[in-house]
């Protein structure tokens, strides 16, 4: 299958609100260039400096959505918060209060998710749920920055109950973090290439695939 005919079976999986990503770590500029004429606007990388050497091939097209989800190195986030729209990997207080403060010299408050651990893994970075709740008052305090939800990656192993169930469980996060504080938890970014539908059945407004759309890495 070409990458076209791989979105356009994606598409047809998934309700059209769904923000489909396409996750570009090791693609190469040709294969992105293949999926933006198969009518992708939004991509996501996680390591900056591949990101931006295809930002530099890819000027021309001057519509593409670009969202970071790798972790953030604290020497790196202000070039972050240059190039990319959205940051789904907000994954502490200390890198939420750094961005915050590198934003108030940009002209637009960037879009940012806090990526949460809903189960154990020493693998991922992300909030413990008691610590996100504990930090929702200095959250609050990040004028700066435009929270707009939760991202999660979940541990390998699961079972499709235990996907689903940790998937509904992020949702009550977000509906959790809404009774107890200011924030708006509009976006759930979750789900990848294995468990994508079972993100969208859980909710998922944002959907980050990788190796269903260009295949596997090499």
């Not at 990997?89 to 108030?104: F, G, H, P, Y």
């Not at 940009?106 to 996100?132: A, F, R, T």
Request: aromatic letters at 6%; glycine letters at 4%.
């Amino acid at each position: 299958m070409t990458i076209a005919q791989r979105i356009n079976q994606i598409r047809q999986q998934i309700p059209p609100q769904v923000r489909l990503i396409a996750v570009t770590k090791q693609v190469s500029v040709e294969a992105i260039r293949e999926a933006y004429a198969a009518g992708i606007r939004d991509f996501g990388e996680n390591r900056l400096q591949e990101a931006l050497l295809k930002q530099e091939r890819l000027q021309d097209l001057s519509d593409i959505c670009w969202h970071f989800i790798g972790h953030i190195q604290a020497n790196k986030a202000k070039k972050v918060l240059e190039h990319f729209q959205w940051i789904h990997s907000v994954d502490d207080l200390k890198i939420a209060q750094r961005l915050n403060r590198l934003a108030a010299e940009l002209p637009y408050p960037p879009q940012v998710c806090l990526q949460v651990k809903v189960l154990p893994d020493p693998n991922k970075y992300g909030w413990q749920i008691p610590e996100l709740l504990t930090a929702l008052p200095d959250l609050e305090q990040c004028h700066h920055l435009k929270i707009q939800g939760l991202m999660t990656i979940l541990p390998l192993g699961l079972s499709q109950e235990q996907i689903l169930a940790a998937f509904q469980q992020t949702r009550e996060l977000a509906r959790t973090i809404e009774q107890r504080s200011h924030l708006r938890m509009e976006q759930l970014s979750m789900g990848m290439s294995d468990d994508y539908l079972l993100a969208v059945q859980a909710g998922a407004t944002m959907i980050r695939l990788g190796r269903i759309i260009f295949g596997e890495r090499t």
